[in-house]
């Protein structure tokens, strides 16, 4: 079988020159209260969750041997564990709302085109969603979802501790500074995209195509999406948007860590943690 034809992608720059040309430049803030609505639970779910976690397997392992606060096996499996949960509770079905505002066609230049679109804002995409599809069809892709979001935080939170405690050692100081902890975060950030790229195409590919009673959905599962896609369209197309995620990603990774870094050392100076 021959493959399908391809277009040469043109790259987040030249995409997005051509979504303003085409829709507008507010086009490129499709899906933002989406985002909004995903991002503040889902952080508080993750690093609640992570510490959580943390705790209860550390004192199950034990003290670890390398002396450190927590061993690197527990900040992995604590980072697991924080990105289950909040694929789970948060992200999946905030995903599927942003993906679909995102995906459809409709010029913000045209208002007669603005007033026909099918979605408008996350309350309105879900309820169009449950109501056409059922309550299922927000948690089209969780099973990606899940591990792409369990693998990010076991990167991310394993990579994270590992640069901090070396940092510590050599500077033989208790705390990092606020840019040290931005850095860090940053760089961290950046290794959980790189390996679960795969898992976002096909997370992405599974929540995008809409559900039709009597029609068979094209993608259906993890190894027949990344076979198809693969087959299709060429194994680099499994990371394609690599780009885009890690200019996302990483400078939100080094924000948040830093952030959390400053906020816990500024409660536990107060008293509210020991």
Same mark, same amino acid.
């Given at each position: 079988?021959?493959?399908?034809?391809?277009?040469? *992608?043109?790259?987040?720059?030249?995409?997005? $020159?051509?979504?303003?040309?085409?829709?507008? +430049?507010?086009?490129?803030?499709?899906?933002?209260?989406?985002?909004? +609505?995903?991002?503040?639970?889902?952080?508080? %779910? $993750?690093? /609640?969750? +992570?510490?959580?976690?943390?705790?209860?397997?550390?004192?199950?392992?034990?003290?670890? *041997?390398?002396?450190?606060?927590?061993?690197?096996? !527990?900040?992995?499996?604590?980072?697991?564990?924080?990105?289950?949960?909040?694929?789970?509770? @948060?992200?999946? =079905?905030?995903?599927?709302?942003? %993906?679909?505002?995102?995906?459809?066609? #409709?010029?913000?230049?045209?208002?007669?085109?603005?007033?026909?679109?099918?979605?408008?804002?996350?309350?309105?995409?879900?309820?169009?969603?449950?109501?056409?599809?059922?309550?299922?069809? /927000?948690?089209?892709?969780?099973?990606? &979802?899940?591990?792409?979001?369990?693998?990010?935080?076991?990167?991310?939170?394993?990579?994270?501790?590992?640069?901090?405690?070396?940092?510590?050692?050599?500077?033989?100081?208790?705390? /990092? !500074?606020?840019?040290?902890?931005?850095?860090?975060?940053?760089?961290?950030?950046? +290794?959980?995209?790189?390996?679960? #790229? =795969?898992?976002?195409?096909?997370?992405?590919?599974?929540?995008?195509?809409? %559900?039709?009673?009597?029609? =068979?959905?094209?993608?259906?599962? %993890?190894?027949?999406?990344?076979?198809? @896609?693969?087959?299709?369209?060429?194994?680099?197309?499994?990371?394609?948007?690599?780009? =885009?995620?890690?200019?996302?990603?990483?400078?939100?990774?080094?924000? &948040?860590?830093?952030?959390?870094?400053?906020?816990?050392?500024?409660?536990?100076?107060?008293?509210?943690?020991?």
């Amino acid at each position: 079988m021959n493959r399908a034809p391809v277009k040469a *992608s043109l790259g987040p720059i030249g995409t997005a $020159r051509r979504i303003v040309q085409r829709e507008g +430049f507010l086009s490129l803030y499709k899906g933002l209260t989406a985002v909004y +609505f995903g991002i503040i639970p889902k952080m508080a %779910i $993750r690093f /609640l969750s +992570f510490e959580q976690y943390r705790e209860a397997l550390q004192k199950i392992a034990g003290p670890p *041997s390398s002396g450190a606060e927590y061993s690197t096996t !527990v900040n992995f499996t604590a980072g697991l564990a924080s990105g289950l949960t909040e694929a789970v509770m @948060i992200v999946t =079905p905030a995903e599927v709302c942003k %993906i679909r505002m995102q995906s459809q066609y #409709n010029s913000l230049m045209d208002p007669s085109q603005l007033a026909r679109r099918k979605y408008t804002n996350v309350a309105q995409t879900a309820y169009v969603i449950v109501k056409e599809e059922g309550i299922g069809a /927000l948690y089209k892709g969780l099973v990606p &979802t899940m591990m792409r979001q369990g693998c990010n935080q076991a990167v991310n939170f394993t990579m994270y501790n590992i640069f901090k405690r070396k940092l510590l050692e050599i500077q033989n100081t208790k705390e /990092l !500074v606020h840019w040290q902890s931005l850095v860090l975060g940053g760089i961290s950030g950046g +290794f959980g995209p790189i390996v679960n #790229n =795969p898992l976002d195409v096909v997370k992405t590919r599974m929540q995008k195509q809409v %559900i039709k009673p009597g029609k =068979p959905v094209k993608y259906t599962g %993890i190894a027949q999406s990344i076979m198809m @896609i693969a087959k299709e369209e060429g194994t680099l197309a499994l990371w394609k948007g690599i780009t =885009p995620r890690l200019m996302r990603i990483m400078p939100g990774q080094a924000i &948040t860590f830093m952030t959390y870094e400053a906020v816990s050392s500024s409660l536990t100076e107060k008293g509210y943690f020991v």
